[in-house]
């Protein structure tokens, strides 16, 4: 009888090209000067960012481009406390979904520079930038978000974006 | 594929799953004897032997029994020829994916037949494993390289 085999090693290895298409790539070129860029739709007057283009209620092109403020709420969270291969932060961190002033579309931020017991829903936050000569064209510019001192926003203003 | 316009960007994105998983004791024993050479099948229901072996019967889902060896040649049952290899496939020349009954066996194998061109493949030939210089093998499927056509060195 031959020795058994107990262990299998079965990499995987996906190799793609990303395409960001033309509103996700002046979305990205937004970030590398430290701007939100976002789309309004011309039907309903939503603002989305990031933008993909068009409105997934109206179907329609959005073409008239927004800039939005470096100033957001915290529409919901979580606070990550578990550890897995290839974390990049340390934990305990803070993920949120975050609502941008004047947009109609949340996305994913990372909140830091407050205890994580402290994040709550509807707390105003700031985008904080790596230093502009490190900006590019890539979320990471957008080193994370951080309280910027303003009373908590009312559930009603963001309700709509958890 | 088109390129895509000048104020697109466009940016490599690579993604690694290192898997790594327990085989347990029967794909265990399958894989410990591709490293001496040598391919295990399982008896199941009814004496049909499964290759490449399961804990259970696949039809039954009865326990298998005693582990035993097959071919080392066989049938080829069906195949697909791959004119153009990807880098992480077996063999990096034109070659036929091909499910293999080997002899002894009553499941089909899946592994690749280096057959040289799409003309030299047919449905019912019979074909014998290369397996790699012992040094290479690693209790893996593909401490056989690829299957031959019968009689091809």
Same mark, same amino acid.
Request: contains cysteine; charged residues 20%.
């Given at each position: 009888?031959?020795?058994? &085999?107990?262990?299998?090693?079965?990499? +995987?290895? *996906?190799? /793609?090209?990303?395409?960001?298409? !033309?509103?996700?790539?002046?979305? %990205?070129?937004?970030?590398?000067?430290?701007?939100?860029?976002?789309?309004?739709?011309?039907?309903?007057?939503?603002?989305?960012?990031?933008?993909?283009?068009?409105?997934?209620?109206?179907?329609?092109?959005?073409?008239?481009?927004?800039?939005?403020?470096?100033?957001?709420?915290?529409?919901?969270?979580?606070?990550?406390? &578990?550890?897995?291969?290839?974390?990049? +932060?340390? *934990?305990? /961190?803070?993920?949120?979904?975050? !609502?941008?002033?004047?947009?109609? %579309?949340?996305?994913?931020?990372?909140?830091?520079?407050?205890?994580?017991?402290?994040?709550?829903?509807?707390?105003?936050?700031?985008?904080?930038?790596?230093?502009?000569?490190?900006?590019?064209?890539?979320?990471?510019?957008?080193?994370?978000?951080?309280?910027?001192?303003?009373?908590?926003?009312?559930?009603?203003?963001?309700?709509?974006?958890? | 594929?088109?390129?895509?316009?000048?104020?697109?960007?466009?940016?490599?994105?690579?993604?690694?799953?290192?898997?790594?998983?327990?085989?347990?004791?029967?794909?265990?024993?399958?894989?410990?004897?591709?490293?001496?050479?040598?391919?295990?099948?399982?008896?199941?229901?009814?004496?049909?032997?499964?290759?490449?072996?399961?804990?259970?019967?696949?039809?039954?889902?009865?326990?298998?029994?005693?582990?035993?060896?097959?071919?080392?040649?066989?049938?080829?049952?069906?195949?697909?020829?791959?004119?153009?290899?990807?880098?992480?496939?077996?063999?990096?020349?034109?070659?036929?994916?091909?499910?293999?009954?080997?002899?002894?066996?009553?499941?089909?194998?899946?592994?690749?037949?280096?057959?040289?061109?799409?003309?030299?493949?047919?449905?019912?030939?019979?074909?014998?494993?290369?397996?790699?210089?012992?040094?290479?093998?690693?209790?893996?499927?593909?401490?056989?390289?690829?299957?031959?056509?019968?009689?091809?060195?």
């Amino acid at each position: 009888m031959s020795e058994i &085999v107990s262990i299998l090693e079965t990499p +995987i290895h *996906i190799d /793609y090209h990303f395409t960001a298409g !033309l509103a996700q790539s002046r979305f %990205l070129k937004g970030i590398a000067e430290g701007r939100f860029l976002g789309q309004r739709c011309p039907v309903c007057g939503k603002v989305y960012v990031p933008p993909r283009g068009s409105c997934p209620t109206d179907g329609v092109p959005t073409t008239d481009e927004v800039e939005l403020s470096n100033t957001g709420t915290v529409t919901t969270y979580c606070v990550v406390n &578990v550890p897995f291969q290839g974390q990049s +932060i340390e *934990i305990p /961190y803070i993920c949120a979904q975050i !609502l941008l002033d004047g947009a109609n %579309l949340a996305f994913m931020g990372l909140i830091q520079e407050v205890p994580a017991d402290q994040v709550r829903m509807g707390m105003r936050v700031e985008a904080v930038w790596v230093p502009p000569a490190e900006l590019g064209p890539t979320m990471a510019s957008v080193k994370h978000f951080r309280p910027n001192g303003e009373p908590d926003a009312e559930y009603e203003t963001f309700k709509e974006y958890l | 594929m088109a390129e895509p316009a000048d104020d697109v960007l466009r940016a490599p994105h690579f993604l690694d799953y290192t898997y790594t998983r327990s085989v347990g004791p029967v794909i265990g024993a399958f894989l410990g004897a591709l490293r001496e050479g040598r391919i295990l099948g399982v008896r199941g229901t009814a004496g049909r032997v499964v290759v490449p072996p399961t804990e259970y019967d696949p039809i039954t889902s009865e326990a298998t029994g005693e582990l035993v060896e097959v071919g080392p040649g066989g049938v080829v049952t069906t195949w697909a020829w791959a004119e153009h290899p990807q880098p992480d496939q077996p063999l990096d020349r034109p070659f036929a994916w091909a499910l293999i009954t080997l002899d002894g066996a009553n499941t089909a194998l899946l592994h690749v037949v280096d057959a040289g061109s799409a003309n030299a493949m047919a449905s019912g030939m019979r074909v014998q494993p290369r397996f790699r210089p012992e040094d290479d093998r690693r209790g893996h499927l593909l401490d056989i390289e690829c299957f031959v056509p019968e009689g091809a060195s």
